[in-house]
């Protein structure tokens, strides 16, 4: 069966528009308003189980005070024997949320999707996860799959860096590395549109953002004093048990296997580490049944 790319293209199209459009939205921070709930995920990486099961469970449209934020949700593990990857269908379904809820769907921009963009190599198991991705949509829109990569391309352009809550709580999807840290431009988050030279290689705040691994307390602090937050919750590096803090002001957190989390949590509330530490959801203990 053939998939319509005019409506897949149409969807990426609106959502770009919703998330530029995102009434929250300051140049690249998406300010959540007082006393909402946010829940905060981890890279999901296209496991459908756990991502059917968040947007199952959050019951959007009965919540209306209720905020999702999703990253880094391409790139998985569903790879065919000809190579080609189809995680294409969870960002077209992730799009189709921002449009139907667009005050309550929020994205934070990820490594994956730059390197998507650029369409070069982030290796796994000896093979390009970039080329698997455009292998996918070679296959699945023939004759439309320059359009459609050019849709997701713009798409993926147009999501935020972080989001941040009333009461001091951080979200993007990393951090600079130390070393980074004394000299990073703090201006790309009030920058709007952003230049090729944000996303370059190494020397660009944003990538320097979404591909940071190397961080002490005294980095975090920095950072976090700078962008005028009290704990960052981030994701990127994968956590087995699902969750590491670092310090006492950041907690990173993964939802791409079975013993993944998130975290919801109310806007306003002052929280310390421990108690964001002690909230966490396990995927796993979501009912099955709402997961239909
Ligand atoms: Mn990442």
Same mark, same amino acid.
């Given at each position: 069966m053939s998939i319509n790319s005019d409506q897949v293209i149409e969807s990426f199209e609106s959502a770009k528009e919703e998330n530029l459009l995102d009434r929250y939205r300051t140049g690249q921070i998406v300010e959540l308003p007082s006393d909402h709930e946010v829940w905060m995920t981890g890279d999901i990486h296209d496991h459908r189980t756990n991502f059917r099961k968040l947007i199952s469970f959050a019951k959007l449209d009965q919540n209306p005070q209720r905020h999702l934020i999703l990253h880094e949700l391409i790139h998985g593990d569903h790879i065919g024997p000809d190579g080609a990857e189809d995680s294409w269908k969870m960002l077209l379904q992730a799009a189709e949320l921002k449009c139907n809820f667009p005050d309550q769907v929020h994205f934070l921009f990820a490594n994956h999707d730059l390197a998507q963009i650029h369409g070069e190599g982030i290796m796994k198991a000896g093979l390009s996860v970039c080329e698997a991705f455009n292998k996918g949509i070679k296959k699945d829109f023939p004759s439309a799959h320059m359009s459609v990569q050019l849709a997701i391309t713009e798409f993926l352009l147009s999501l935020p860096l972080a989001v941040r809550c009333p009461n001091g709580l951080w979200f &993007?999807? &990393?951090?600079?590395?130390?070393? %980074? /840290?004394?000299? *990073?431009? *703090?201006?790309?988050?009030?920058?709007?549109?952003?230049? &090729? %030279?944000?996303?370059?290689?190494?020397?660009?705040?944003?990538? %320097?953002? /979404?591909?940071?691994?190397? *961080?002490?307390?005294?980095?975090i602090a920095s950072f976090a004093e700078k962008v005028n937050a009290k704990l960052i919750v981030t994701g990127h590096q994968p956590q087995e048990m699902g969750y590491l803090t670092i310090g006492d002001q950041l907690l990173i957190i993964d939802s791409s296997h079975n013993q993944g989390v998130y975290l919801p949590l109310n806007t306003s509330t002052p929280y310390t580490l421990d108690q964001l530490t002690s909230m966490l959801q396990k995927f796993v203990a979501i009912p099955s049944d709402e997961s239909n």
């Amino acid at each position: 069966m053939s998939i319509n790319s005019d409506q897949v293209i149409e969807s990426f199209e609106s959502a770009k528009e919703e998330n530029l459009l995102d009434r929250y939205r300051t140049g690249q921070i998406v300010e959540l308003p007082s006393d909402h709930e946010v829940w905060m995920t981890g890279d999901i990486h296209d496991h459908r189980t756990n991502f059917r099961k968040l947007i199952s469970f959050a019951k959007l449209d009965q919540n209306p005070q209720r905020h999702l934020i999703l990253h880094e949700l391409i790139h998985g593990d569903h790879i065919g024997p000809d190579g080609a990857e189809d995680s294409w269908k969870m960002l077209l379904q992730a799009a189709e949320l921002k449009c139907n809820f667009p005050d309550q769907v929020h994205f934070l921009f990820a490594n994956h999707d730059l390197a998507q963009i650029h369409g070069e190599g982030i290796m796994k198991a000896g093979l390009s996860v970039c080329e698997a991705f455009n292998k996918g949509i070679k296959k699945d829109f023939p004759s439309a799959h320059m359009s459609v990569q050019l849709a997701i391309t713009e798409f993926l352009l147009s999501l935020p860096l972080a989001v941040r809550c009333p009461n001091g709580l951080w979200f &993007s999807h &990393s951090l600079p590395t130390d070393d %980074q /840290i004394p000299n *990073y431009d *703090y201006s790309v988050f009030g920058r709007s549109p952003l230049t &090729s %030279q944000d996303y370059k290689k190494r020397v660009g705040p944003v990538y %320097q953002l /979404i591909w940071g691994r190397k *961080y002490s307390e005294t980095g975090i602090a920095s950072f976090a004093e700078k962008v005028n937050a009290k704990l960052i919750v981030t994701g990127h590096q994968p956590q087995e048990m699902g969750y590491l803090t670092i310090g006492d002001q950041l907690l990173i957190i993964d939802s791409s296997h079975n013993q993944g989390v998130y975290l919801p949590l109310n806007t306003s509330t002052p929280y310390t580490l421990d108690q964001l530490t002690s909230m966490l959801q396990k995927f796993v203990a979501i009912p099955s049944d709402e997961s239909n």
